[in-house]
């Protein structure tokens, strides 16, 4: 025997449908029969392979089988279809495989219900057992009444023949002291049936007993329906013929296994498809991984490129700095050389003045001469200290603008981010977008994920769009500041040259 397996590896199935359950139900019976999963623990005691987490796993056969059967036909909505198809196959091979172990029934004389059961026969289908000589009475009305279906039923239950219900059999004379008992469909079913039939038979409450030459009956007699009760013109044939068929168990053998080739073949198309799907996949996964990679290293190249013109510009606007500060600074060393020369000079005056008096008529002149030239100079220094404030304004405005700049940089390196983020995030939008439409094939909501990946991708284009307008409208604005700062500059040193001369 094979040992008890995770199950937590299996497909989730709890969304099939009742027809797939039932093709999961063949597959893991046929698990069971190869061995995979340990049921058999000794001659007597049994385990639930799919419940190993219960305390008692040492079943006796008849209830592992109530167990399974239970569990398998269970109408809880917290019963998996997965776990309920696992104890529905578990149900099969304990009656297909293991039944000579014990079975649900009361034990009853020859055995396995089954034996001999020609594969060939036809049986009545769903299962269905025949009752007669139900006790009956004659009421107020003058029609018969008898006990109910429901009461035979919990009899029959009660004995381990585990019927879906029983139904009377009624004409126009009232009960006419027969019933149906209905099993169910699958392979228990027929299973439950044989140990009814067989029981009533080694009581010689059967089908032959009924039907011999005796004249006092006393007590219910039973049997499973076959054709020939099926072909009966009486009450119980024309029920039969009414909701059930006539199968032999070779034929039901024949369907299941063509259910069973069915699994097989679809299973075998599902894995296919999805190998094909999977290759699919890889190859878009490919080339979207090839595409990144392109548009990564396309990023660091323009990302590169950018801060080397930035860094030139850095370069260019501290030099361009420098140089009206030595100007200014060449300008203010004349300025002050031209003043000590005339202050030289009008003492060198005061001087002759006293030595000469005979020249102080000329010297008084001179000084006049000297006293305008120097209310010129003065003019000329206040001119020079608004010239300084100029320049220092200028300063403090070239630094504001470095500033400025600056700030224009950093904030032009978000957008430079940004830009490339969108085209990253477009690109990705179109593998997505190429991915989305392969697997689309008629699918209404993959559909419905198109059109909004489109749409979400014309709005990251527009965004770019609208980068690349405010990129080119701040590269003009910043082209004219340099052309003002350029005629400034301009402008301080030809007032600067018309003071020095």
Known sequence: MGS????????????????????????YYEELKKGKYSVKISDETFACPYCPKKKKQD????????????????????????????????????????????GPSEPVAGGDPLDGCGHDEKFVWPWTGVVVNIPTRRADDGRYVGESGSK???ELTRRGFNPTRVVPLWN????????????????????NAMSFEKAYDADHHGKRDWYANIDEKSGLYAWVARADDYNLSSIVGEQLQKSRDLKSISEMMEEEERKQNKLVSNLTNM????????????????????TLNRLMEEKDRLHQSYNEEVRKIQLSARDHFQ?????????KLQL????KEMESRVEELENREARNESERTRLSEEVEKNAIRNSLLQSASLEQQKADESVLKLADYQKREKEVLHEKIIWLEKQLDAKQTLELEIEQMRGKLNVKQHMADGDVEVMQEVEEI???????????????????????????????????RKELINVGNYFVN
């Not at 126009?172 to 299973?191: I, M, N, Q, T």
């Not at 894995?271 to 996949?281: D, R, Y």
Request: charged content about 40%; overall charge negative; some cysteine.
């Open 152 to 154: 035979l039923r919990d």
């Open 336 to 339: 002050e050389s031209h003043k």
């Open 271 to 290: 894995i296919e498809v999805k190998n094909k799907h999977l290759k699919e996949m890889e190859l878009r996964c490919i080339e979207t991984s090839s």
């Open 4 to 27: 008890v397996k995770d199950h937590s590896s299996d497909e989730d199935i709890s969304d099939i449908s009742e027809s797939e359950m039932e093709e999961y139900e063949i597959k």
């Open 454 to 488: 489109l749409k979400n991708k014309r709005e990251k284009e527009q965004e770019l769009e609208d980068l690349d307008e405010l990129n080119q409208t701040l590269i003009i604005r910043e082209h004219k500041s340099n052309e003002e700062l350029q005629e400034a």
């Open 172 to 191: 126009y004379r009232g009960h006419s002291g027969c019933a149906l008992v209905e099993f169910h469909k699958d392979w228990p079913g027929l299973h």
């Open 323 to 331: 140089r009206i500060f030595k100007d200014h600074e060449k300008l």
């Open 59 to 102: 079943y006796l056969l008849k209830d592992l089988l109530q167990h399974a059967s239970g569990v398998g036909k269970s109408s809880s909505q917290k019963r998996s279809a997965k776990e309920k198809a696992h104890h529905l196959a578990l149900v099969k091979y304990l009656e297909k495989d293991l039944v000579n172990g014990g």
